[in-house]
């Protein structure tokens, strides 16, 4: 294929084949109306290979992975292996750098919790000197946000500061939803330990300028965090590129099972870091009056792991590398610009986050004027478009934009140009049922 | 669809007995965690307990128009009456948003609530419904009046459920 082809949004017959694949986006909803999905940023639909790969684990592999001398649970580790091995590839890691978690929340947190539990006596007995003062946190230290976050790159950080006496701080954001890059240089200081922050926003669409928060960072020292639970699913992502130190995405986001996330880490920090759950599976050796632990990635998948999660979460990067992910941002660029100018040409509609395309992925909240999210919502439901309301679960995003709530689209590979048709009719009976003139 | 009844964005658009008065004996704030939609409610008793009679119930409500709509009618159905007969209203109004539309609901006990039986059919939006009327037997428990003896039990107020992602 030319270059040009690689980099172009699916075709008709194409999409036609993709969205064969989700059996779900055929069903109908609310009496009988063909069900119009632009919720993919909360949750995305999963292909028939992704469920085939679950339930053929099951059907034909299922054992408990790395316990067991028998056949089927040589089988089952290996699948599971395998798995990472996939993972791994498709954002550019190294296989061992790649640890399974429930999701991106318990990656997030997984990080989080290896500073405090780094204070714990004999925590980081072993570990080179220098590396060990990279998880030393307390009074003092800083620990730098951005006010974009979604929760998850949050409230374990709040938390974090809060065990350990270190202050919180974050970076602003512009009306329009980018990061203030002024901010960048006096919030993020010598001081500063620890930087996490969105790849893409959950809300607002915005996708931050990486090589100049990485850049700051490193320069000070702080260790980097990345939420890529919204740019994974939507855009090639190599961890090598990015140049942060941490990553997180969940596989639910990227057509991939439910219960399943990644938290992938240089390997030289991640062998530095103190467990976060333990129990089962992530020791070396184990006595009665204490235990040593097995190397990362296991050390960080206590118990039983999720193998046919695994499995799924592989064959959905095995569906996406298959689509193209360059193809898969274009496709999903070209409906954020027709939705964007869709929007546009209704003024009783304000898009919150960025108006253009330029650096902005495929979230697009908006508010109605004088018309509730809730209400939006039900609407647009009515007509058989499901869309997310509320906010997000970035309340002080919203608080910042001087909202309680928006109403989001979001897209995946399979939308179409005919969905966000369909969204923008539905969402003109919106000013009519409530009375709004326009 | 049925949800959104004349009678509802009505309410909606010009609420009743809007706005925090005094006097007030008690004053509690409740929020819908998933939207983040908020009201701030007082209560004003006169008498004791059950026979009370409410002489004022005053709010400052941010939300979607079910929200402000069945706080609205919370108002109309017990300002002026007594705590029992308003605590008769609460679970009436509960039984029948909760019934997935099985429960018609009786005017005489809920007045304008009967607009919201289309609201039993989303099991989303019933919170939004109730998240007044929650406030509402909050506010009563933190004036004094002992809730539990009129079977209001407390799993419909929102103000403790956790966050929803």
Redesign the interface.
């Given at each position: 294929m030319p270059d040009a082809a690689l980099s172009r949004a699916f075709t008709a017959a194409e999409s036609a084949a993709i969205r064969g694949d989700f059996a779900i986006l055929s069903r109908t909803v609310r009496g009988g109306k063909p069900l119009v999905y632009l919720d993919s940023g909360a949750t995305s639909h999963k292909p028939r290979q992704v469920l085939d790969a679950e339930r053929a684990f099951y059907e034909q592999h299922n054992s408990a992975v790395h316990r067991g001398a028998h056949q089927l649970a040589e089988e089952a580790t290996d699948a599971y292996e395998s798995a990472r091995a996939t993972v791994a590839r498709f954002i550019g890691a190294q296989t061992e750098e790649v640890v399974f978690t429930k999701n991106a929340?318990e990656g997030l947190n997984l990080v989080a919790y290896a500073f405090s539990n780094a204070a714990a006596a004999g925590a980081m007995d072993g570990v080179d000197a220098r590396v060990a003062a990279r998880f030393a946190l307390g009074v003092g230290d800083e620990i730098v946000i951005t006010e974009m976050e979604?929760?998850?790159n949050l409230v374990p950080w709040q938390e974090l500061a809060r065990r350990t006496g270190a202050t919180l701080r974050w970076i602003g954001i512009t009306d329009d939803g980018r990061l203030e890059l002024d901010d960048l240089d006096t919030v993020i200081t010598d001081r500063t330990k620890i930087v996490a922050f969105t790849h893409v926003s959950n809300v607002l669409g915005t996708i931050n300028p990486v090589a100049a928060i990485v850049d700051r960072a490193r320069a000070v020292g702080a260790l980097t965090v990345m939420d890529a639970c919204q740019s994974v699913p939507h855009l090639a992502v190599d961890v090598v590129d990015l140049g942060v130190d941490f990553l997180a995405f969940s596989g639910h986001k990227m057509f991939g099972p439910m219960g399943i996330g990644v938290l992938w880490g240089r390997y030289e920090l991640l062998k530095a870091m103190p467990p976060f759950l333990t129990g089962g599976s992530m020791i070396e050796v184990v006595h009665m009056e204490g235990s040593t632990y097995a190397a990362p990635p296991q050390r960080f998948e206590a118990g039983v792991p999720m193998a046919a999660q695994a499995v799924g979460l592989a064959a959905a990067c095995d569906y996406l590398s298959a689509l193209g992910m360059p193809r898969v941002t274009a496709h999903e660029h070209a409906l954020t610009e027709a939705l964007l100018a869709g929007l546009a040409q209704r003024p009783w509609v304000r898009v919150i986050g960025p108006a253009d395309g330029k650096d902005r992925g495929g979230a697009v909240a908006f508010a109605v004027d004088g018309?509730?999210?809730?209400?939006v919502g039900?609407i647009l439901d009515?007509s058989g478009v499901a869309v997310r309301?509320?906010?997000h679960?970035a309340?002080p995003l919203?608080r910042r934009m001087n909202l309680?709530?928006t109403t989001r689209a979001s897209f995946a590979a399979y939308n179409t140009v005919a969905e966000v048709d369909a969204l923008l009719m539905a969402l003109d009976r919106v000013p009519a049922?409530?009375?709004v003139a326009v | 669809m049925n949800l959104y009844q004349e009678i509802i964005l009505e309410h909606a658009k010009r609420p009743h007995h809007a706005g925090l008065r005094d006097p007030f004996d008690a004053q509690v704030h409740h929020i819908n965690p998933t939207c983040g939609d908020e009201v701030t409610l007082r209560v004003h008793l006169v008498g004791e307990d059950g026979s009370a009679m409410i002489t004022d119930l005053s709010y400052d409500a941010v939300g979607c128009s079910i929200s402000i709509a069945s706080t609205s009618v919370l108002a109309d159905e017990v300002i002026g009456h007594s705590v029992e007969d308003a605590l008769t209203s609460f679970s009436a109004m509960r039984r029948m948003l909760t019934s997935k539309g099985l429960d018609p609901g009786d005017e005489d006990e809920i007045g304008d609530g009967v607009a919201f039986v289309g609201v039993s059919k989303y099991p989303a939006r019933i919170k939004c419904a109730l998240l007044g009327w929650s406030a509402f037997t909050d506010a009563l428990a933190q004036a004094g009046v002992d809730i539990t003896r009129y079977a209001v039990r407390s799993n419909t107020v929102t103000r403790n459920t956790p966050e929803i992602t």
């Open positions: 929340t979604h929760h998850a018309v509730h999210p809730h209400d039900q009515d309301t509320g906010h679960c309340w919203h309680t709530a049922v409530f009375g | -």
